[in-house]
């Protein structure tokens, strides 16, 4: 393993002072899951890695699940287990709790934070469709500042998360669900623990009180570079009252624009039927609370 | 600023200190400065749990953690919950269950229960599936494991702490054992390499 200087900062600020020396040789180290493995690879995203900056000794402060009114506030430090265990996660954000009880095994749960699994821009992470369709804003540390961002516009076309030099994430902020508002989360591994997701998909859906179908939100994980919402889909279930043939129109739809966006590749005559069913499960699931069809 | 760092941990029970480089994993050090290497290492990316150890009561992998990040925290390795004539109750059963061929995934499960165990005394039999998921066996299979650990929970929740540390027979905590111990070790050979090489 490359050798490299760790360094514990005595406070936020300093972090972010470290951070802003060092830029291009300096990250830092939350659960380390993800980091450690890349540098055992020897990957040549740490080629010139000199600074580690350790942000352990901030964990009191960077690991509190928090009801802020009509959000939660989540520090970027909170484990996979500690959101999977969270009364308020489960209560108010059911489909992050379920997407952070599939990550990884056990250990790497206990270990891994959802700073790190956002920061590392992985399209594969568990997380990310969840706090995307929940409209997550992040809280920045920069150098003498703070400012915040949607999570939707953080990361640039390459799928990299735009930060500038000595700033950091300390905090996600999201907004409650309504009691009138159904979600989901399915995932699709090569096998059921600790496999690497190929597919994901969270949905938010928003019913009227005579059953028709106010706001959705669907977001696929694992395709193209970015997660995003797929507005074109979303916009077909509004207005609507859920059924097997709105449902299935939906799910197609999805993967057109899957297939428009990213192009037809090797994994496409897998993913084009896996992408329709797994919408189609969690449509069903938001809907009517089973996976398979009532 | 330099490459080595100290470190203040408590190692099963005990406050250690350690100056090393920085670029060292927890399992590294457990291995080749205290000589504990009943912590094993398998994959090295955190895929095969062998290396399990129990830090702040919470099972994780020992190869995905730099030395620096242990510090003032509680760590437990396997030499941590057993001592050579005493087994724990989830060691006993996995010695009863016979959920061991070669052994070197056994310490990684026996941490992993463990640390379950002590967060959730009466686990059920998905609870302990989802416990171990993060461990893999490539000989015995996992259901003798799973049903070792559930009976080790049973038994914990069942009988007096004083009847199952009775020492009767060490490995078995006075239970009977569920096999007839050998009175003669059977002996194998090995036949002569002729007959190999002609195969070969």
């Known amino acids: 393993m490359r050798n490299f200087t760790f360094i514990k900062a005595q406070d936020l600020e300093e972090v972010s002072q470290l951070l802003f020396a060092h830029h291009e040789h300096s990250c830092i180290l939350a659960g380390g899951t993800d980091l450690l493995v890349q540098l055992h690879e020897k990957s040549k995203r740490w080629a010139e890695l000199d600074v580690v900056i350790d942000l352990h000794p901030f964990q009191a402060e960077l690991s509190q699940i928090e009801d802020i009114g009509s959000a939660l506030r989540i520090g970027t430090l909170c484990t996979h287990t500690e959101i999977e265990r969270s009364f308020l996660v489960n209560r108010y954000l059911p489909l992050l709790s379920k997407a952070c009880s599939v990550v990884g095994s056990p250990q790497i749960r206990n270990m891994g934070t959802v700073g790190g699994a956002v920061c590392n821009a992985s399209p594969a992470s568990d997380p990310l469709p969840p706090l995307i369709a929940a409209g997550a804003e992040l809280a920045i540390h920069g150098c003498g500042y703070r400012r915040k961002a949607l999570l939707s516009d953080f990361y640039d076309d390459m799928g990299m998360p735009k930060l500038e030099p000595g700033e950091f994430v300390t905090a996600f902020e999201v907004r409650k669900l309504q009691p009138s508002e159904r979600s989901s989360f399915v995932k699709l591994g090569r096998r059921k623990a600790l496999a690497i997701s190929r597919l994901t998909v969270a949905v938010i859906l928003d019913f009227q009180k005579d059953g028709t179908i106010r706001e959705a939100a669907v977001v696929p994980g694992c395709v193209g570079r970015r997660v995003k919402r797929y507005r074109q889909a979303e916009l077909m279930l509004c207005g609507q009252r859920p059924s097997e043939a709105l449902i299935a129109s939906a799910a197609a739809q999805v993967t057109e624009q899957m297939l428009a966006e990213n192009g037809r590749r090797w994994s496409s005559a897998y993913k084009e039927p896996a992408l329709t069913a797994l919408v189609e499960r969690a449509l069903n699931s938001a809907s009517y609370g089973a996976e398979d069809r009532l | ?200």
Not at chain 2, 45 to 74: F, N, Q, Y
Request: glycine content about 8%.
């Open chain 2, 1 to 200: 600023m330099s490459e080595n760092i100290e470190v203040n941990f408590r190692l099963n029970g005990e406050n250690v200190t350690i100056r090393t480089k920085a670029n060292r994993r927890l399992l590294d050090v457990l291995r080749d400065d205290f000589h504990l290497t009943g912590t094993k290492e398998g994959c090295s990316i955190g895929e095969c749990g062998a290396c399990t150890v129990i830090v702040d009561r919470k099972a994780v992998t020992s190869c995905l953690m730099l030395i620096g990040s242990c510090e003032g925290r509680d760590v437990i390795t396997i030499e941590g919950v057993s001592s050579p004539d005493r087994l724990n109750p989830v060691q006993r059963a996995i010695l009863e269950h016979q959920a061991i061929q070669c052994g070197f995934c056994t310490p990684g499960f026996v941490m992993s229960a463990t640390a379950l165990l002590m967060e959730n005394p009466n686990p059920t039999y998905e609870e302990i599936k989802v416990a171990l998921s993060g461990n893999l066996c490539r000989c015995t299979g996992y259901k003798q494991i799973i049903d070792a650990i559930y009976d080790a929970a049973q038994q914990a929740n069942r009988a007096d702490p004083a009847e199952w540390d009775r020492n009767i027979i060490p490995d078995s905590g006075g239970r009977p054992l569920p096999w007839q111990p050998l009175n003669k070790p059977e002996v194998c050979e090995l036949s002569g390499g002729n007959e190999n090489e002609e195969q070969s």
